[in-house]
């Protein structure tokens, strides 16, 4: 079997998993089982990045040990696995042993190669994307990726000697043109190595919490070193084991690196020049994709704009988030993530083409067939068969091209042209016409037969995107599950026997504000931040949330709305419009003239088309309804809370 390889990043500990690390995972996961299915012996690898300053100070925020910290929040990105159906091989963490193992032998075998030597570094650091900063990259003074404040470095490093890498990358481009997907990403790496490089720093001695340099423990490795070295510890390097030898071997240098872009020069730069150095084969291919923005910008936790996975896996299903991200995004493109975007396409895609076909034809094989598969007898002249056949096959071959070219999102328009053409085919067949004529059985039989078969290379199709959706129709087909080495048209047995049809995706008719009542994620106003929930913050921290007493002027009902009011607020300063979800515990009027305390300085978020400035408090029983907050004397408006 050929080996295949494939990773995720390893994410940050200090925040815990959102969609957009999700994402990642999840599409790594349906390539992984892509590949199992063309008979490939895979290797999936995930994990987590725990060292670095912004891990230790977080965990002293926290209040907590640092171990401790960790412990608890890689916890959270192993149970991704659990809620996502992942089928991950490994999940490496860069605080074990073995990796700080591995970490250490690469760096003496850069050493080794003189690649290595002692300095002072003076300059800009981000520590919310542990990167150096060249001053002429800063943007008004902040790190020029992540928009936040860089802190000034003074202190003696380790540099590793990447100018003298500048042509052999330009060579190693050369001679690999598919290194890195898509082109144009690979393009803009080539123009950066072209412009000239210059060495890079990879020690710190300002902290503690990383792996110390081997023979100067006074210093501790950049956290990219560090990092990117994960890829070979899951595989057995550093290890003196033979068969960890022999893992590498076989696993090495065929890795499939699937990034976001942000960290796309670590990647397609430092990683290969690193490996050169140490006399490794670099990789071989970087995928670099989108990213999913929220109200415009990217999806991430430093803005507070994350949604949280969990919610959407509960209100649409596992399938049909993994569906929806994966259709939604094209290789290498941004794309937005809305609960109206994801709501539509599993109400169109998956409640209407893909469960109408399953319920259409589970059906219709019970009603004309007792449930049993009848011979495939070709009426002669009429060559619809024979066209469903072809698309068929024609389908399969085409998606495993996709997905071995990692074009998931065009894999999916393909299987979905043909869960289409079936349903067209049933609708031109007319399966229950047929019934009523005897003469006509063998048409019938036909009909059965092509619908079930194109519904079993379906379920194939589908499998490495929405796993137990395929299995829940082959279920529903009696069959079991199929490689894609021979998938092809009319492979599926005369006389096997359906097992009970059940229901796929029942339509959602909630409105978006219901849903967004199930999930927590709306644009501003969420408990989607993903603060480790033990972490306590500072006073300051606190502070910034601006709460405000403030008085009800107006109320009414939001029309086509069963939880939303619209009030207008005095809050001291200014009067102020906010939409507030308790039309199910307050009526208009009984909130008017009433005291309450309102979030003040929240960004505004527009609800079911009105804008809101701000948060009306409420305590919020499990399964209850909300009850405002009140004061036992009188408080005039403006008062600040806390
Ligand atoms: N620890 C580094 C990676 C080291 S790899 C040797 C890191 N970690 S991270 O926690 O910040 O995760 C970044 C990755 O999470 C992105 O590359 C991407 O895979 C995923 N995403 C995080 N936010 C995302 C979006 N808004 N959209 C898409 N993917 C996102 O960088």
Not at 87 to 105: G, K, L, M, S, Y
Request: some cysteine; glycine content about 6%.
């Amino acid at each position: 079997m050929k080996p295949f390889f494939i990773t995720t990043p390893i994410y940050y500990i200090n925040a815990r998993p959102h969609l957009g690390h999700a994402y990642t995972t999840m599409v790594a996961d349906a390539i992984a089982r892509s590949r199992r299915l063309l008979g490939y012996d895979v290797f999936f690898l995930t994990g987590t990045d725990e060292h670095g300053q912004k891990v230790e100070r977080a965990a002293q925020k926290a209040g907590v040990n640092t171990d401790a910290f960790a412990n608890d929040v890689a916890a959270s990105f192993r149970q991704v696995s659990r809620d996502l159906e992942i089928t991950n091989d490994d999940f490496i963490r860069t605080t074990e042993p073995r990796h700080h193992r591995a970490a250490q032998e690469l760096w003496r075998r850069v050493a080794a190669k003189g690649d290595i030597y002692k300095g002072d570094y003076e300059g800009w650091y981000c520590t919310v994307d542990e990167i150096f900063v060249p001053e002429t990259q800063l943007v008004d003074g902040k790190c020029p990726t992540c928009g936040s404040k860089v802190e000034r470095l003074k202190e003696e490093s380790y540099y590793f000697r990447l100018s003298k890498y500048q042509q052999p990358l330009l060579d190693f481009y050369k001679a690999n043109p598919t290194f890195v997907q898509p082109d144009f990403r690979f393009n803009e790496v080539k123009t950066f190595v072209e412009a000239g490089l210059q060495d890079l720093s990879i020690s710190r001695t300002s902290f503690q919490w990383g792996i110390p340099v081997p023979d100067d423990p006074k210093h501790v490795m950049y956290v990219w070193f560090d990092a990117l070295t994960n890829y070979l510890t899951a595989l057995g390097f550093g290890s003196d084991r033979p068969e960890a030898q022999e893992r590498v071997d076989r696993f090495w240098p065929v890795a499939i690196h699937l990034i976001g872009k942000e960290i796309l020069r670590q990647h397609a730069l430092y990683w290969p020049a690193f490996l050169m150095s140490a006399g490794i084969r670099p990789p071989d291919r970087i995928i670099a994709h989108g990213w999913w923005l929220m109200g415009g910008a990217k999806m991430s936790k430093s803005i507070g704009n994350v949604a949280r996975y969990q919610d959407y896996a509960e209100a649409f299903g596992v399938d049909a988030l993994r569906y929806f991200v994966m259709r939604e995004m094209p290789l290498g493109q941004d794309a937005n993530f809305s609960d109206e975007g994801i709501l539509t396409r599993y109400n169109a895609d998956l409640a209407n083409d893909l469960g109408n076909v399953v319920s259409r034809t589970t059906t219709m094989v019970h009603r004309y067939s007792s449930g049993t598969i009848p011979e495939a007898r070709r009426p002669g002249s009429d060559d619809l068969d024979a066209q469903l056949e072809n698309q068929l096959n024609a389908t399969v071959a085409a998606v495993r091209q996709d997905f071995e070219a990692f074009q998931i999102s065009l894999a999916l328009q393909r299987i979905w042209e043909l869960i289409r053409s079936v349903n067209q085919y049933i609708v031109k067949r007319e399966p229950w016409a047929l019934a009523k004529d005897p003469e006509r059985r063998p048409q019938l039989e036909a009909t059965l037969y092509h619908a079930s078969d194109a519904l079993r290379v379906t379920a194939a199709l589908i499998d490495p995107v929405m796993p137990g959706t395929a299995e829940r129709i082959r279920r529903m087909l009696g069959i079991a599950q199929e490689p894609w080495t021979n998938l092809s048209a009319g492979t599926l047995q005369p006389g096997t026997r359906f097992g009970p049809t059940e229901p796929l995706f029942p339509r959602i008719e909630k409105s978006l504000e219901e849903l967004r009542g199930m999930s927590t994620q709306d644009a501003s106003q969420t408990s989607g931040q993903t603060a480790p929930e033990d972490a306590r913050i500072s006073i300051d921290e606190f502070m910034k949330v601006d709460l405000r007493v403030a008085k009800v002027l107006e109320a009414e009902a939001v029309p086509k709305s069963k939880k939303l009011i619209k009030l207008k607020v005095d809050t001291g300063r200014d009067q102020r419009t906010i939409v507030a979800g308790i039309a199910e515990a307050y009526q208009p009027e009984q909130l008017v003239g009433r005291t309450i305390v309102v979030v003040a300085n929240l960004q505004p978020a527009k609800l079911m088309g009105i804008e809101s400035n701000g948060m009306v408090l409420a305590g919020s029983p499990d399964g209850g309804k909300p009850i405002l907050v009140a004061f036992d004397q009188d408080v005039p408006a403006g008062s600040r809370v806390r």
